[in-house]
């Protein structure tokens, strides 16, 4: 194992993990790197808070007038039904809203060592290189009000109604999280990413109340204390996050920049600033493909990147600079791909790794709904917009009104992007998407062993997609991104890679692409020795997918299997098998895991996997949506026409 992780990740990603483990033991880190200390113990100079008010830059939200806002953020939550307000209210009695989807009963002021999905503790008074993300407790849950996404919904509400409540909230519970949380010490320092998202929380919510009464002196010597404790636990540990190159790297580097470019008053701001930068503009042109595809091979991972950017621009203009021609060039190639997934509802297609990440949760509209982080993006580096609704508000909130020059967007076509795996039909009914990594060797390492998986659209709706992801840590977090919880077909259940760690997936199985007039094609070899090769269709009416297995015995027992959250939505595949087969429907099977789908991390739900068994060497699948198919030895007949196998 260790010999294939070398060979994939590389010399220096070994380098930096054994030297985190020689500090880590040393006592390195807990003694002279990140000590333990006390908030007050972090030095100002008195006349600090005079010098802020002055000289700080002011972002968007802290320039455009309340009352300019407040009307197109009520237009905006009568629209979509959804009241900030209500929401802060709700904040102020103790309900928080989780992973960006359920409201959890956590107390009006939280216990931020307890986790928000069972209740389970990590010890709040350990230094955090102590405490193990990977321990029996999903450390996740136990992160996730301290990132602080309750601040959006009261910044919005303060908005609507211009009501003291909400920003004395604000103030509250950071005061009560800071006096919980010293610098270092409990599972809240454990992660540079997250503290990082933290402080741009903070500063977001201080850029929006900079100029109220509630926001004291006092409170903003506080606010200047944690940029520091934040920017000095990410420098301490930045070649770690570096080392997984993906959005922990870039998170950590904005970390860095914020504290410096937001506070630019503190001592070490000037260097904090620069180091982020330095840092994130390399990342930026590695971690981003030739066709705008990003490196952690996921949506919602793909989503907090444009948020991550959209960020660094935002906080870059109000010093009256921009983001480097070459980064910007590359943000905006990660743009279009993602409005080129985008439905006319803002959902895409859900592929890898999802922790429900939503760096600004600022308008009403679901968690699903990528429109508001697409359409902040889509004017800061395309000079586009979405046609107007309720996902403008995250817009104007982050990057001010839209310029006059926006274009109406477009919906989006069928694309292929070879580099970053990712193929797109569509119809005038539905879409197709087409997972098949085709890249040797890989740039990144994978997500899941989602190789060949196929997501379908039909008529407005997801019938067939991926399942998401419950977990990290605990039960059912390995299966859950497994091949056998994808559309795909498995031999024997053997899929592409095999799980070796919580994030590593090995070997880097790649896919080999195939030319296909009538749509795209691909095929893998899996770790059982089977060949599979997959053909997905496309016609004015549907949709043909087409399965060619040859296994390594007569015995081989071949399994197709569409996953939905609906029995109706699958039912309306037609299916057919060149040998004799067995169908099944699961639902909620706790023997296989298979029949479930989770609506955000963390919690699964009743679902349904549609699973077509047959044994043979030689095994055709052909699955059907909108389209009559007929099986025959050499060809598929879809609606008379032959297509030759």
């Known amino acids: 194992m260790y010999l294939s992780a070398l060979q994939h990740l590389g010399p220096a990603w070994l380098l930096r993990r054994l030297w985190f483990q020689v500090e880590r033991s040393s006592g390195l880190i807990e003694r002279l790197i990140c000590p333990v200390h006390a908030w007050t113990d972090i030095e100002l100079p008195a006349d600090y808070a005079e010098r802020w008010r002055r000289s700080a830059p002011r972002l968007p939200i802290a320039k455009i007038d309340r009352t300019y806002l407040a009307p197109h953020v009520e237009a905006w939550a009568v629209e979509n039904g959804h009241s900030p307000v209500a929401e802060a209210d709700l904040i102020a009695l103790g309900r928080y809203r989780i992973f960006n989807h359920d409201l959890r009963e956590a107390g009006v002021f939280p216990r931020w060592h307890l986790s928000v999905l069972d209740g389970s503790s990590v010890d709040p008074n350990a230094h955090w290189v102590k405490l193990s993300a990977a321990g029996p407790v999903d450390i996740k849950g136990v992160w996730e009000l301290s990132r602080f996404a309750w601040v959006y919904p009261l910044v919005r509400a303060w908005v609507l109604?211009?009501?003291?409540?909400?920003?004395?909230?604000?103030?509250?519970?950071?005061?009560?999280?800071?006096?919980?949380?010293?610098?270092?010490?409990?599972?809240?320092?454990?992660?540079?990413?997250?503290?990082?998202?933290?402080?741009?929380?903070?500063a977001f919510a201080l850029q929006a109340f900079r100029a109220h009464p509630a926001t004291t002196d006092a409170r903003l010597l506080l606010t200047a204390r944690l940029a520091t404790a934040t920017a000095e636990r990410i420098r301490a540990h930045l070649g770690y996050a570096l080392s997984q190159q993906n959005n922990h790297g870039?998170?950590?580097?904005?970390?860095?920049?914020?504290?410096?470019?937001?506070?630019?008053?503190?001592?070490?701001?000037?260097?904090w600033r620069d180091q982020g930068l330095e840092t994130l503009f390399p990342q930026v042109d590695a971690l981003v493909d030739v066709d705008g595809g990003f490196s952690q091979h996921s949506t919602n991972y793909h989503r907090l990147f444009l948020q991550l950017m959209t960020w660094a621009e935002v906080v870059l203009v109000s010093a009256g600079e921009r983001l480097p021609p070459q980064t910007r060039d590359h943000v905006a190639r990660a743009t279009e791909f993602l409005v080129n997934l985008l439905?006319?509802?803002?959902t895409v297609p859900r592929y890898g790794a999802d922790d429900s990440a939503n760096l600004f949760p600022l308008s009403?509209?679901?968690?699903?709904?990528?429109?508001?982080?697409?359409?902040?993006?889509?004017?800061?580096?395309?000079?586009?917009?979405?046609?107007?609704?309720?996902?403008?508000?995250?817009?104007?909130?982050?990057?001010?009104p839209l310029p006059v020059t926006a274009r109406p967007g477009v919906d989006g076509p069928s694309i292929e992007c070879l580099a970053s795996g990712v193929g797109v039909l569509r119809n005038l009914r539905g879409t197709a998407f087409f997972r098949h990594p085709s890249a040797t060797p890989w740039r990144h390492r994978p997500s899941q062993a989602d190789q060949l998986q196929v997501s379908l659209r039909w008529d407005g709706e997801w019938i067939a997609e991926d399942v998401g992801t419950?977990?990290?840590?605990?039960?059912?977090?390995?299966?859950?991104?497994?091949?056998?919880?994808?559309?795909?077909?498995?031999?024997?259940?053997?899929?592409?890679?095999?799980?070796?760690?919580?994030?590593?997936?090995?070997?880097?199985?790649?896919?080999e692409r195939h030319a296909e007039p009538q749509g795209l094609a691909a095929s893998l070899r899996d770790l059982g020795g089977a060949r599979w090769n997959r053909r997905v269709l496309r016609f004015p009416q549907g949709f043909v997918i087409i399965d060619q297995v040859q296994a390594p015995s007569a015995a081989s027992r071949c399994e197709l299997r569409w996953h939905g959250r609906t029995r109706a939505g699958l039912e309306r595949l037609a299916v057919a098998c060149s040998q004799p087969s067995q169908e099944a429907w699961l639902t909620a099977d706790a023997q296989t895991g298979e029949g479930y789908f989770a609506p955000r991390y963390g919690r699964r739900e009743a679902a349904w996997t549609r699973r077509l068994t047959a044994v043979g060497s030689a095994v055709t699948f052909v699955a059907a949506l909108g389209c009559h198919v007929e099986l025959r030895a050499e060809a598929v007949l879809v609606d008379g026409v032959p297509i030759p196998l």
């Open 250 to 271: 870039l998170s950590e580097a904005l970390g860095l920049f914020t504290a410096g470019a937001l506070w630019p008053q503190l001592e070490d701001s000037a260097s």
């Open 161 to 202: 109604d211009g009501e003291a409540r909400h920003v004395e909230r604000f103030w509250a519970l950071l005061e009560h999280w800071m006096e919980a949380n010293p610098p270092n010490r409990g599972p809240q320092w454990m992660c540079g990413q997250e503290a990082s998202m933290r402080l741009i929380a903070v």
């Open 364 to 400: 009403g509209c679901p968690a699903h709904d990528f429109r508001p982080a697409v359409g902040a993006a889509q004017a800061l580096f395309l000079g586009q917009r979405l046609p107007s609704g309720p996902w403008d508000e995250a817009s104007l909130l982050l990057v001010g």
């Open 343 to 346: 439905e006319a509802d803002g």
């Open 470 to 511: 419950y977990s990290y840590t605990g039960v059912g977090a390995e299966d859950f991104g497994s091949a056998v919880h994808h559309n795909v077909v498995t031999v024997d259940r053997q899929g592409p890679m095999r799980k070796v760690g919580r994030f590593l997936w090995l070997p880097w199985t790649a896919c």
